[in-house]
């Protein structure tokens, strides 16, 4: 009987899938006509815009034969084609951002892209993002504070229309608030930079607007703010009455999401005004042609269709950032509550390109030191020496014997 | 040569002899093709990265890894907390265990079993597990607002080591259990009889004569409890945060996330290097214990709780004892207890207790997981089933070599192979998951069909994993066959094939399966590797409920846990029931 | 029927030889004991005639065909280990038939022969048990059918009767003498206890130092052992080594464990040791006088009866521990009716060998 038992566990645990075949099927080699590389979250909001099935209309390609591979985020995908620089997969990356161009330029996994459709496309964002044209900016929008004045009361806080980066800290607002790892999230590192920019770096001779230095701020807010590793992670935890955490580094872009799906205004965008102006940071993503792309004329034709005002209009509502085609349209929802960012004092000014590229990686090294956690060694000094006594007077009796 | 007359013809030997040495030669070469192709070359390639650059070997990355801050920290904190843990654990664990070798009473073993339960869950259900139970909102915290009435939680898991500590305590604390439970049953009481009769001190007995017995166990578990500690992943990348991390998270961060290969990588042979340290003392201080355990004749006396007996100071030591146990008991199943509460718990009112099972065949949740959860269910077991499959068939190659040793000892020597075999194995033991697959992703990817074949990898980078433990535990079994058996086989005129067939794979059986279930919860729970090299349409639960823990609700991560604790369960009675079984000769 | 012969045969084990040069030759259908204290290599031996150890030097010669190198597949040899092990997973028919079906033997013929072996060995009721249902001695009983299913050429048993309570030892020892003789079937049988040699053997060949001391019939061996080692390893009481020989001019002086023993000139052999019958010792309970001695050479050793067995109906065997820094023993028959009153546990008593009594090894 028990052996009837656990032949039939086994049957069920191992053989049902088993017949379960669908792995196979698709292991069938596609030879793909083109290979798109993004992240989880492009045109994914409140529901998933079908990319594929929209180009493949518009190019006449079969859907069957364009593969868009979502990866976990932004940095993911620059790794992956780095990883695959000698013999590149995908034909097509989006979700580069105006940081991360450095890095893929320097790592030469890009080709540069004249489009045809970049007349269409501001130039002051192509001049930010990337001059040479490796990387094409398809939307952008300012990193702010996201404050769901439900339950943080403007009333009570009236400073936060006029709000700086030093009163979050005396006000403790950043007790109030959730900040993304700069390290894994591009808002968290425009966040980080917007302080560089504000505060200055007094070891690089960086004076920013108020000639301090970006780490005091850090380490005086490093016990109160609470460090998630990705925006949605971040969103849970702003999201949950629970965590009491109201404030979160989103972007100018968000509070246009309640109020075009819900007619809720309630979540709100702030900046900080130092010196009187509105600042931010202002972040650009591009899309580009991958150096060696198995189908670049595919790949081309891609980015084209992707710059027109045919998917353009489609970025401000499904992606929630401000479209990068002068001509796309936005609703008036997302107008209404968004912040533009062509009204504020953009801060990527104070920090020049170069400073940038060479002082990232600096820059993320003494920030994560900055919240590297103190291990309290005296737990440790003092089992550690019990236990080496003990060893010590155990080893040694041995020997005695 | 000392037998110059004798044909070259005689001493190839029949058919049989023939036939064993092709089967030896193809189980080698499957061994080191499979090790050679799926872990040695892609780990070359990785090293590449971190010892060569234009060209030439340098070692520049290497000290520039050692120079960060942030590394040393990691690699401080590694060690830090692993000690911790394991300290913590034989402080919880022991008194424990020499409760539960001293006194018998109802459901014993089921207790033993089901506080091991923990131990083979997979990670990601732990932390999910925590998350319910220690969150800023869970119940832990929750009980004490109430009872306290202060508004301030209790234990804050994230970026704290408390978290983490009892994250890992909870996770390896029924190891401590289940290996000192042998070690004070297996304490030779006649000595301690002697002692009290030559009239020695308690304290004097306990250091002399028990602590001696015990201290290999001691050892051995808590070498292992370091181990999986140092190494812990998804634990420490999620309970950490920024603030602490482990050199697994720190590899991860610097290869997947800051993009940084040659620090990653670096720092990559530093775990390898400490790993396959500790693991051969594992090794060393393990075969110590084996040796030990033999010949005791009396062993501990057990006894059964009987309140009426006991004197008013007895009564009470046996009843904080019981306390003791049942808090641990709790300690140990809260969190699983909460994850099947919580997969009944509706987050919004509207829906219903069975909304999370529901959405299994759902594709509501794709944005997040890329495909049903049902697909990642059937893709879950699907890997591990195939996985199985395979580390039985390489655990089967290498017994087809070991066995080779008992087929005349040649001048009584053992042979080398079995050493060269267990360090083959050793390696990938130590290496970490992610190192493992970003080693076949970098050596495979170029492959026209890597794209579509990345199950493959995700399957092979699981059977890495596990072949270590399935081999360990088939070997195990194989090493108790009595040799004499396979002798008077082989003089009653069985063929090598034939003793194989009907003596020792008979005999082996149950270690096969055991081993095969092992690999297959191994498999059930991989993250690390497996959260590397997935793609799309290839997650699995594991993968999936992480990717979950961003969402708003903890239902669906919560009834796809249960079902991966209720397979893992299944697995783990089996692994019990057919242990059980005992084919005494 | 077969006869073999092993030559030179040399096996090492970590450097120190266990057998050096080792020649011994089985006669047709004999019976031959090897007769060892542990350790003396006889189970490396009875493995190596089996195929299962490869001998470093030497060569195994059976009816004229060089076996050395045959694999122990080829040799059908019917090896029964020192330890009971039965296949545990099988019964004792599958057990038997085992080897059987090895050589591809038809389902009748297997039937057939594990009928007749069955009620060679007087195991039929067995045959349906597992090894963890029965009892030593039937396992071992069944370890022999296994063996002697396939009619091997050599039955090959390594201490059979070790881990068998005595009761049944007789008998098994008894039923394998029975069955060797009923198949004629050439038999090596090791053991270290020569009861089992004297009951059952044809030759007994005694085993030491990786060699092969002396072979022939037991009573050959009993009655003029090569030196004292084979005597003791026989099991003959009263045997002690010797220390120094003192040549005198008419006497040898030799220095014993239990004493100087002077003894007529020899000269025929190498000394190695003393044996002395136990039926040879004159007890008395008073130390006797010089005068009486005169009469012939008398050794005179001192001690106290530790115990006394019955031997037969005239005889009582006394063992006595002798006086001296070692603890020796000497083992006396004495006549009931004399002595049966007269002596008690320890009793401080003489004893008078005379010389002519002592034997020379």
């Not at chain 1, 398809?138 to 004045?149: C, R, S």
């Not at chain 3, 092993?6 to 031959?32: A, F, P, Q, T, W």
């Not at chain 3, 004297?198 to 052992?225: F, H």
């Given at each position: 009987?028990?052996?009837?038992l656990?032949?039939?566990?086994?049957?069920?645990?191992?053989?049902?899938?088993?017949?379960?075949?669908?792995?196979?099927?698709?292991?069938a080699?596609?030879?793909?006509?083109?290979?798109?590389?993004?992240?989880?979250?492009?045109?994914?909001?409140?529901?998933?815009?079908?990319?594929?099935?929209?180009?493949?209309?518009?190019?006449?390609?079969?859907?069957?034969?364009?593969?868009?591979?979502?990866?976990?985020?932004?940095?993911?995908?620059?790794?992956?084609?780095?990883?695959?620089?000698?013999?590149?997969?995908?034909?097509?990356?989006?979700?580069?951002?105006?940081?991360?161009?450095?890095?893929?330029?320097?790592?030469n996994?890009?080709?540069?892209?004249?489009?045809?459709?970049?007349?269409?496309?501001?130039?002051?964002?192509?001049?930010?993002?990337?001059?040479?044209?490796?990387?094409?900016?398809?939307?952008?929008?300012?990193?702010?504070?996201?404050?769901?004045?439900?339950?943080?009361?403007?009333?009570?806080?009236?400073?936060?229309?006029?709000?700086?980066?030093?009163d979050?800290?005396?006000?403790?607002?950043?007790?109030?608030?959730?900040?993304?790892?700069?390290?894994?999230?591009?808002?968290?590192?425009?966040?980080?930079?917007?302080?560089?920019?504000?505060?200055?770096?007094?070891?690089?001779?960086?004076?920013?607007?108020?000639?301090?230095?970006?780490?005091?701020?850090?380490?005086?807010?490093?016990?109160?703010?609470?460090?998630?590793?990705?925006?949605?992670?971040?969103?849970?935890?702003?999201?949950?009455?629970?965590?009491?955490?109201?404030?979160?580094?989103?972007?100018?872009?968000?509070?246009?999401?309640?109020?075009?799906?819900?007619?809720?205004?309630?979540?709100?965008?702030?900046?900080?005004?130092?010196?009187?102006?509105?600042?931010?940071?202002?972040?650009?993503?591009?899309?580009?042609?991958?150096?060696?792309?198995?189908?670049?004329?595919?790949?081309?034709?891609?980015?084209?269709?992707?710059?027109?005002?045919?998917?353009?209009?489609?970025?401000?509502?499904?992606?929630?950032?401000?479209?990068?085609?002068?001509?796309?349209?936005?609703?008036?929802?997302?107008?209404?509550?968004?912040?533009?960012?062509?009204?504020?004092?953009?801060?990527?000014?104070?920090?020049?390109?170069?400073?940038?590229?060479?002082?990232?990686?600096?820059?993320?090294?003494?920030?994560?030191?900055?919240?590297?956690?103190?291990i309290?060694?005296?737990?440790l000094?003092?089992?550690?020496?019990?236990?080496?006594?003990?060893?010590?007077?155990?080893?040694?009796?041995?020997?005695?014997? | 040569?000392?037998?110059?007359?004798?044909?070259?013809?005689?001493?190839?030997?029949?058919?049989?002899?023939?036939?064993?040495?092709?089967?030896?030669a193809?189980?080698?070469?499957?061994?080191?093709?499979?090790?050679?192709?799926?872990?040695?070359?892609?780990?070359?390639?990785?090293?590449?990265?971190?010892?060569?650059?234009?060209g030439?070997?340098?070692?520049?990355?290497?000290?520039?890894?050692?120079?960060?801050?942030?590394?040393r920290s990691?690699?401080?904190?590694?060690?830090?907390q692993?000690?911790?843990?394991?300290?913590?654990?034989?402080?919880?664990?022991?008194?424990?265990?020499?409760?539960?070798?001293?006194?018998?009473?109802?459901?014993?073993?089921?207790?033993?079993?089901?506080?091991?339960?923990?131990?083979?869950?997979?990670?990601?259900?732990?932390?999910?597990?925590?998350i319910?139970?220690?969150?800023?909102?869970?119940?832990?915290?929750?009980?004490?607002?109430?009872?306290?009435?202060?508004?301030?939680?209790?234990?804050?898991?994230?970026?704290?080591?408390?978290?983490?500590?009892?994250?890992?305590?909870?996770?390896?604390?029924?190891?401590?259990?289940?290996?000192?439970?042998?070690?004070?049953?297996?304490?030779?009481?006649?000595?301690?009889?002697?002692?009290?009769?030559?009239?020695?001190?308690?304290?004097?007995?306990?250091?002399?004569?028990?602590?001696?017995q015990?201290?290999?166990?001691?050892?051995?578990?808590?070498?292992?409890?370091?181990?999986?500690?140092?190494?812990?992943?998804?634990i420490?990348?999620?309970?950490g945060?920024?603030?602490?991390?482990?050199?697994e998270?720190?590899?991860?961060?610097?290869?997947?996330?800051?993009?940084?290969?040659?620090?990653?990588?670096?720092?990559?042979?530093?775990?390898?290097?400490?790993?396959?340290?500790?693991?051969?003392?594992?090794?060393?201080?393990?075969?110590?214990?084996?040796?030990?355990?033999?010949?005791?004749?009396?062993?501990?006396?057990?006894?059964?709780?009987?309140?009426?007996k006991?004197?008013?100071?007895?009564?009470?030591?046996?009843?904080?004892?019981?306390?003791?146990?049942?808090s641990?008991?709790?300690?140990?199943?809260?969190?699983?207890?909460?994850?099947?509460?919580?997969?009944?718990?509706?987050?919004?009112?509207?829906?219903?207790?069975?909304?999370?099972?529901?959405?299994?065949?759902?594709?509501?949740?794709?944005?997040?997981?890329?495909?049903?959860?049902?697909?990642?269910?059937?893709?879950?077991?699907?890997?591990?089933?195939?996985?199985?499959?395979?580390?039985?068939?390489?655990?089967?190659?290498l017994?087809?070599?070991?066995?080779?040793?008992?087929?005349r000892?040649?001048?009584?020597?053992?042979?080398?192979?079995?050493?060269?075999?267990?360090?083959?194995?050793?390696?990938?033991?130590?290496?970490?998951?992610?190192?493992?697959?970003?080693?076949?992703?970098?050596?495979?990817?170029?492959?026209?069909?890597y794209?579509?074949?990345?199950?493959?990898?995700?399957?092979?980078?699981?059977?890495?994993?596990?072949?270590?433990?399935?081999?360990?535990?088939i070997?195990?079994?194989?090493?108790?066959?009595?040799?004499?058996?396979?002798?008077?086989?082989?003089?009653?005129?069985?063929?090598?094939?034939?003793?194989?067939?009907?003596?020792?794979?008979p005999?082996?059986?149950?270690g096969l399966?055991?081993?095969?279930?092992?690999?297959?919860?191994?498999?059930?729970?991989?993250?690390?590797?497996?959260?590397?090299?997935?793609?799309?349409?290839?997650?699995?639960?594991?993968?999936?409920?992480?990717?979950?823990?961003?969402?708003?609700?903890?239902?669906?991560?919560?009834?796809?846990?249960?079902?991966?604790?209720?397979?893992?369960?299944?697995?783990?009675?089996?692994?019990?029931?057919?242990?059980d079984?005992?084919?005494?000769? | 029927?077969?006869?073999?012969?092993?030559?030179?045969?040399?096996?090492?084990?970590?450097k120190?030889?266990?057998?050096?040069?080792?020649?011994?030759?089985?006669?047709?259908?004999?019976?031959?004991?090897?007769?060892?204290?542990?350790?003396?290599?006889?189970?490396?031996?009875?493995?190596?005639?089996?195929?299962?150890?490869?001998?470093?030097?030497?060569?195994?010669?059976?009816?004229?065909?060089?076996i050395?190198?045959?694999?122990?597949?080829?040799?059908?040899?019917?090896?029964?280990?020192?330890?009971?092990?039965?296949?545990?997973?099988?019964?004792?028919?599958?057990?038997?038939?085992?080897?059987?079906?090895?050589?591809?033997?038809?389902?009748?013929?297997?039937?057939?022969?594990?009928?007749?072996?069955?009620?060679?060995?007087?195991?039929?009721?067995?045959?349906?048990?597992?090894s963890?249902?029965?009892?030593?001695?039937?396992?071992?009983?069944?370890?022999?059918?296994?063996?002697?299913?396939?009619?091997?050429?050599m039955?090959?048993?390594?201490?059979?009767?070790?881990?068998?309570?005595?009761?049944?030892?007789?008998?098994?020892?008894?039923?394998?003498?029975?069955?060797?003789?009923?198949?004629?079937?050439?038999?090596?049988?090791?053991?270290?206890?020569?009861?089992?040699?004297?009951?059952?053997?044809?030759?007994?060949?005694?085993?030491?130092?990786?060699?092969?001391?002396?072979?022939?019939?037991?009573?050959?061996?009993?009655?003029?052992?090569?030196?004292?080692?084979?005597?003791?390893?026989?099991?003959?009481?009263?045997?002690?080594?010797?220390?120094?020989?003192?040549?005198?001019?008419?006497?040898?002086?030799?220095?014993?464990?239990?004493?100087?023993?002077?003894?007529?000139?020899?000269?025929?052999?190498k000394?190695?040791?003393?044996?002395?019958?136990?039926?040879?010792?004159?007890?008395?309970?008073?130390?006797?006088?010089?005068?009486?001695?005169?009469?012939s050479?008398?050794?005179?050793?001192?001690?106290?009866?530790?115990?006394?067995?019955?031997?037969?109906?005239?005889?009582?065997?006394?063992?006595?521990?002798?006086?001296?820094?070692?603890?020796?023993?000497?083992?006396?028959?004495?006549?009931?009716?004399?002595f049966?009153?007269?002596?008690?546990?320890?009793?401080?008593?003489?004893?008078?060998?005379?010389?002519?009594?002592?034997?020379?090894?």
């Amino acid at each position: 009987m028990k052996r009837a038992l656990i032949v039939c566990l086994f049957i069920f645990l191992f053989l049902i899938p088993l017949c379960y075949s669908t792995p196979i099927n698709t292991s069938a080699a596609t030879d793909y006509k083109l290979t798109i590389y993004t992240y989880q979250s492009l045109l994914n909001e409140p529901v998933s815009f079908d990319l594929v099935g929209a180009f493949s209309n518009h190019s006449g390609i079969p859907k069957e034969e364009i593969q868009l591979l979502r990866l976990d985020d932004s940095n993911q995908i620059l790794s992956r084609a780095i990883l695959e620089k000698d013999n590149p997969t995908a034909d097509v990356l989006i979700g580069l951002d105006n940081i991360l161009v450095f890095k893929s330029k320097s790592e030469n996994i890009l080709k540069s892209y004249n489009s045809p459709v970049l007349s269409n496309i501001s130039s002051s964002l192509i001049e930010n993002l990337d001059p040479d044209h490796y990387l094409l900016p398809y939307d952008y929008g300012v990193i702010a504070l996201w404050v769901d004045t439900n339950r943080l009361n403007v009333s009570t806080v009236p400073e936060l229309d006029s709000l700086t980066l030093n009163d979050i800290l005396d006000l403790d607002l950043d007790k109030k608030m959730v900040v993304e790892n700069p390290i894994f999230s591009s808002p968290g590192l425009g966040f980080l930079l917007w302080t560089i920019a504000v505060l200055g770096d007094s070891s690089l001779d960086i004076s920013g607007l108020l000639e301090s230095d970006w780490r005091d701020w850090w380490e005086e807010a490093n016990k109160d703010l609470r460090i998630a590793s990705s925006w949605s992670e971040a969103f849970d935890i702003w999201y949950s009455e629970e965590a009491d955490r109201p404030i979160m580094i989103s972007y100018g872009t968000s509070p246009a999401y309640s109020a075009c799906l819900y007619d809720d205004y309630s979540a709100v965008a702030y900046l900080t005004h130092e010196n009187s102006s509105d600042n931010s940071w202002l972040q650009i993503e591009g899309l580009g042609l991958v150096n060696g792309a198995p189908n670049e004329e595919n790949a081309k034709m891609f980015i084209d269709w992707f710059l027109s005002k045919e998917l353009q209009d489609k970025i401000a509502t499904h992606n929630w950032m401000y479209p990068a085609n002068k001509y796309a349209e936005v609703p008036e929802c997302f107008a209404n509550s968004a912040i533009n960012p062509d009204t504020v004092d953009i801060l990527n000014n104070l920090i020049s390109l170069e400073i940038l590229e060479n002082n990232l990686d600096f820059w993320l090294d003494e920030w994560e030191e900055i919240f590297a956690g103190e291990i309290p060694y005296s737990g440790l000094v003092i089992t550690f020496s019990a236990l080496f006594v003990t060893a010590f007077i155990y080893l040694r009796k041995k020997k005695k014997q | 040569m000392t037998f110059p007359s004798f044909s070259l013809k005689k001493r190839i030997g029949t058919k049989d002899e023939v036939l064993n040495k092709v089967i030896i030669a193809t189980a080698s070469l499957v061994i080191v093709l499979f090790f050679l192709l799926f872990f040695y070359v892609p780990l070359t390639k990785i090293l590449k990265f971190s010892f060569i650059e234009q060209g030439k070997i340098t070692l520049e990355y290497f000290s520039d890894v050692i120079n960060s801050p942030m590394n040393r920290s990691a690699l401080i904190f590694s060690f830090y907390q692993a000690f911790l843990s394991t300290i913590i654990c034989l402080v919880i664990g022991i008194p424990a265990s020499y409760f539960l070798a001293k006194y018998e009473f109802r459901g014993k073993k089921v207790l033993i079993n089901l506080l091991t339960i923990p131990f083979v869950l997979p990670p990601i259900v732990v932390l999910l597990g925590f998350i319910i139970t220690y969150d800023a909102n869970g119940w832990v915290n929750t009980i004490w607002q109430t009872i306290s009435g202060s508004n301030n939680p209790l234990i804050n898991i994230f970026g704290s080591i408390e978290g983490i500590l009892i994250a890992h305590i909870f996770y390896n604390i029924s190891v401590i259990i289940r290996i000192t439970i042998p070690a004070w049953e297996n304490i030779d009481y006649d000595l301690i009889d002697v002692a009290k009769t030559l009239g020695t001190s308690k304290w004097r007995r306990f250091r002399k004569i028990i602590f001696p017995q015990i201290f290999n166990h001691i050892v051995s578990a808590s070498l292992l409890v370091f181990i999986y500690a140092f190494n812990s992943f998804a634990i420490v990348l999620y309970l950490g945060q920024v603030r602490f991390q482990t050199l697994e998270v720190r590899i991860y961060k610097e290869m997947v996330r800051s993009l940084d290969f040659q620090s990653g990588t670096a720092l990559a042979v530093i775990q390898l290097i400490i790993n396959t340290l500790i693991i051969v003392f594992y090794l060393v201080s393990e075969k110590r214990t084996r040796r030990m355990a033999m010949g005791k004749e009396k062993s501990l006396k057990k006894e059964k709780i009987n309140f009426r007996k006991y004197s008013t100071g007895k009564k009470l030591v046996v009843f904080i004892s019981i306390i003791y146990m049942i808090s641990l008991f709790i300690f140990t199943f809260a969190p699983i207890l909460a994850i099947i509460i919580e997969s009944f718990k509706p987050a919004v009112e509207s829906v219903s207790s069975f909304w999370g099972y529901g959405q299994l065949f759902s594709t509501e949740y794709n944005s997040y997981l890329h495909s049903a959860p049902l697909r990642m269910l059937l893709n879950t077991l699907w890997f591990a089933s195939l996985n199985m499959i395979i580390t039985i068939l390489i655990s089967l190659s290498l017994l087809f070599i070991i066995r080779n040793r008992f087929q005349r000892l040649r001048k009584y020597k053992t042979s080398r192979v079995e050493g060269m075999i267990s360090y083959l194995i050793l390696l990938p033991m130590a290496t970490s998951s992610i190192t493992l697959a970003v080693g076949l992703f970098l050596q495979f990817r170029t492959f026209s069909w890597y794209n579509n074949a990345v199950w493959v990898f995700i399957i092979l980078a699981h059977v890495l994993i596990s072949v270590p433990f399935a081999t360990r535990s088939i070997l195990a079994s194989y090493n108790r066959i009595d040799v004499e058996l396979l002798n008077v086989a082989s003089t009653l005129g069985a063929s090598r094939l034939r003793i194989f067939a009907k003596i020792e794979l008979p005999l082996i059986l149950k270690g096969l399966i055991v081993g095969g279930i092992f690999s297959f919860a191994i498999s059930l729970g991989e993250f690390g590797a497996t959260n590397f090299l997935v793609k799309t349409e290839y997650g699995t639960l594991s993968v999936g409920i992480y990717n979950l823990f961003g969402s708003h609700t903890l239902q669906l991560p919560a009834a796809m846990a249960s079902i991966l604790i209720l397979i893992t369960i299944l697995c783990f009675i089996m692994i019990q029931k057919i242990g059980d079984i005992d084919l005494k000769v | 029927m077969v006869n073999l012969e092993i030559n030179d045969l040399s096996m090492r084990y970590e450097k120190k030889y266990i057998l050096e040069d080792l020649r011994l030759n089985v006669e047709h259908g004999e019976l031959l004991v090897l007769l060892g204290e542990s350790g003396c290599g006889k189970t490396t031996l009875i493995k190596i005639i089996a195929g299962i150890i490869e001998p470093e030097k030497g060569k195994i010669i059976m009816e004229d065909e060089d076996i050395t190198l045959f694999s122990p597949q080829r040799r059908k040899m019917g090896y029964v280990p020192q330890a009971q092990v039965l296949f545990p997973h099988m019964t004792v028919k599958s057990n038997i038939s085992f080897g059987l079906k090895s050589h591809k033997k038809s389902k009748e013929e297997i039937k057939e022969k594990i009928r007749w072996v069955a009620e060679l060995i007087q195991i039929e009721e067995l045959l349906e048990r597992y090894s963890s249902e029965i009892s030593g001695g039937q396992k071992q009983r069944v370890a022999l059918a296994r063996a002697m299913a396939i009619e091997p050429h050599m039955l090959l048993l390594d201490e059979p009767l070790s881990s068998i309570d005595a009761t049944g030892r007789e008998s098994l020892a008894l039923t394998i003498r029975r069955i060797q003789k009923e198949t004629e079937t050439t038999t090596i049988y090791v053991t270290h206890n020569q009861e089992e040699a004297r009951l059952i053997s044809d030759r007994v060949a005694v085993i030491y130092d990786g060699k092969v001391q002396q072979i022939g019939k037991v009573t050959e061996i009993d009655n003029s052992p090569k030196n004292y080692l084979i005597a003791k390893i026989m099991g003959s009481p009263n045997v002690w080594p010797i220390f120094y020989i003192k040549e005198t001019d008419e006497n040898t002086i030799l220095n014993t464990t239990v004493g100087e023993i002077k003894l007529p000139k020899q000269t025929n052999k190498k000394i190695t040791g003393i044996s002395i019958s136990p039926s040879c010792f004159k007890p008395s309970l008073e130390k006797k006088s010089r005068t009486d001695l005169e009469k012939s050479q008398f050794i005179e050793f001192k001690g106290e009866v530790k115990s006394m067995v019955q031997r037969d109906e005239r005889t009582i065997r006394a063992v006595i521990e002798l006086e001296g820094e070692k603890f020796d023993y000497a083992k006396i028959d004495v006549d009931k009716e004399d002595f049966e009153d007269i002596l008690s546990s320890d009793q401080k008593i003489f004893l008078y060998v005379d010389t002519s009594e002592v034997n020379i090894l």
